[in-house]
């Protein structure tokens, strides 16, 4: 099968499935509406999580992708609780880079209850410096990021960047609400997970409005941006 090259403007990369729906589906659909092109990137097909199976959570997949309206969904399946930073991990992503050749990446921040999220984090970050160099065992031609924001998951960190996401929060949860399995679900026997109890959308909600409340808007997703700012004109930064 041949390998999708399209190019991107922006690309997500989240650990799980479901990952990017709940962490920064607001702020992509925002960047789609501003005619930015978007891809999203799985690193596992969430093969090992507590409640759904790989086949199940694949269909939620791409039920949401439709949902969402990106160019494409793609999984690099390095596997569910294996996401090491090594060095065939790294040619995985940086390959990945290379065929898309986003200018904004977003990812994980690595710190997280999470072995995989926090897995993820330092992978990208460290495969973004390894995509730009010229002599690396990896295929496509050598590509710089401009940019890598990550958000927080579990926990929550300082955060620099915020983006109003307001009106597209219902169509970011109808998304998130396709990985179904992952989900309050009384007729479901799967364990509970944190996800699954039935308040967990109320405080996603809770917590973008606090962050909503630091910019004056209704609701907002966060990031960190580890990289200082040049500034050429000090007054763009007062809106
Ligand atoms: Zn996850």
Redesign the pocket.
């Known amino acids: 099968m041949s390998e999708n090259m399209q190019q991107v403007d922006v690309r997500a990369i989240?650990?799980?499935p479901?990952?990017i729906e709940l962490s920064c589906a607001g702020t992509l659909l925002r960047l789609q509406s501003l005619g930015y092109k978007v891809g999203i990137v799985d690193m596992t097909r969430?093969e090992r999580g507590t409640r759904g199976n790989a086949e199940i959570r694949a269909k939620e997949a791409q039920e949401a992708l439709k949902i969402l309206g990106f160019e494409f969904r793609e999984i690099l399946d390095v596997g569910d609780l294996q996401i090491f930073d090594t060095h065939e991990n790294r040619i995985k992503v940086v390959e990945c880079v290379r065929r898309h050749k986003p200018s904004l990446v977003l990812t994980h921040y690595n710190r997280d209850k999470?072995p995989?999220?926090e897995g993820t984090g330092d992978l990208v970050k460290h495969s973004m410096f390894v995509a730009g160099a010229a002599n690396v065992p990896a295929r496509f031609e050598p590509h710089n990021p401009k940019r890598l924001l990550y958000w927080p998951?579990s926990w929550m960190m300082e955060c620099n960047v915020y983006v109003d996401v307001t009106d597209f929060w219902e169509h970011k949860i109808r998304a998130a609400r396709a990985h179904k399995s992952q989900f309050f679900d009384p007729n479901s026997a799967d364990p509970t997970t944190t996800l699954s109890q039935p308040a967990f959308f109320d405080r996603l909600e809770m917590r973008a409005r606090y962050f909503g409340d630091q910019i004056g808007c209704k609701l907002a997703e966060v990031f960190y941006m580890r990289e200082p700012i040049k500034v050429n004109d000090p007054m763009q930064l007062c809106p």
Do not use: C, L
Request: charged share 30%; aromatic share 0%; proline share 0%.
């Open positions: 989240g650990a799980h479901d990952d969430g999470h995989d999220h998951s």
